[in-house]
């Protein structure tokens, strides 16, 4: 079985331009959840997808977005971005929301954004 | 507002003995726990979890101790091995169960010495 694929995995922008990330779920896993790793505040989440919709948002400004398509690929985007937002974006998929123990997120490799 | 702590940043525990990270939590509508396990350059992956009915769940040489009244949270690896060199987060969850909008510490690096 494929795992999660995020694209691209390393990318370097200036201030104020945009970006989109790209994550591509496991076969079959219809949730898709992004989260921000900094230095120092571990991973924070982003937003949760399920079916095209969001399920569930995080704390963070209203430049960060995302989506969902009807294949249960996901992408996000930031846009005005700032310094602040260089991070390590992880996508994570999972199988059935509402069941109990799925704790098994299958995290992508991450898409490491340096923003200069 | 950090709601879940790992207050040691780094451990370094011999080969063969055993390691322990632990976990604080403050929001007491946390119903779910779980460690993941991530090396550089890779997702973090995901090692045991536990609910907030059981005190204990053991799955191999890992095991995960829960004790809600001090919203305390361990991980116990038995026998340390050299492969389990990596960064620990705690996670948790406040959505009955499953894994949806978790909280995560900001980790532990375990390093396994021969």
């Known amino acids: 079985k494929a795992g999660v694929t995020q694209t691209p995995r390393y990318l370097i922008k200036t201030r104020g331009q945009q970006v989109t990330l790209s994550c591509s779920p496991i076969?079959?896993?219809?949730?898709v959840s992004w989260y921000q790793q900094t230095p120092g505040q571990g991973l924070q989440f982003l937003f949760e997808?399920?079916?095209?919709?969001?399920?569930n948002k995080g704390n963070f400004p209203g430049r960060f977005s995302g989506r969902q398509f009807s294949n249960s690929r996901s992408e996000m985007n930031v846009s005005t971005l700032e310094l602040g937002d260089s991070a390590l974006y992880l996508c994570?998929?999972?199988?059935?929301?509402?069941?109990?123990?799925?704790?098994?997120?299958?995290f992508g490799e991450g898409s490491r954004l340096t923003v200069l | 507002d950090q709601q879940v702590k790992q207050n040691s940043p780094s451990l370094s525990v011999q080969e063969g003995r055993i390691s322990i990270l632990n976990c604080d939590y403050t929001?007491?509508?946390?119903?779910?726990f779980l460690w993941y396990k991530k090396y550089p350059a890779e997702g973090p992956t995901f090692l045991i979890s536990?609910?907030?009915?059981?005190d204990k769940n053991e799955d191999g040489r890992f095991t995960v101790f829960l004790n809600k009244s001090a919203k305390h949270l361990s991980l116990h690896i038995v026998p340390s091995q050299p492969g389990d060199s990596a960064v620990y987060f705690c996670?948790?969850?406040?959505?009955?169960?499953?894994?949806?909008?978790?909280?995560f510490g900001t980790g532990t690096r375990l390093q396994v010495t021969l």
């Open positions: 929001n007491s509508m946390f119903d779910y």
């Open positions: 076969s079959g896993h219809r949730s």
């Open positions: 536990i609910s907030s009915i059981k």
């Open positions: 996670a948790a969850s406040a959505r009955g169960g499953t894994a949806s909008k978790l909280t």
């Open positions: 997808y399920f079916s095209e919709t969001q399920r």
């Open positions: 994570a998929s999972f199988g059935s929301p509402g069941r109990a123990n799925t704790g098994e997120l299958f």
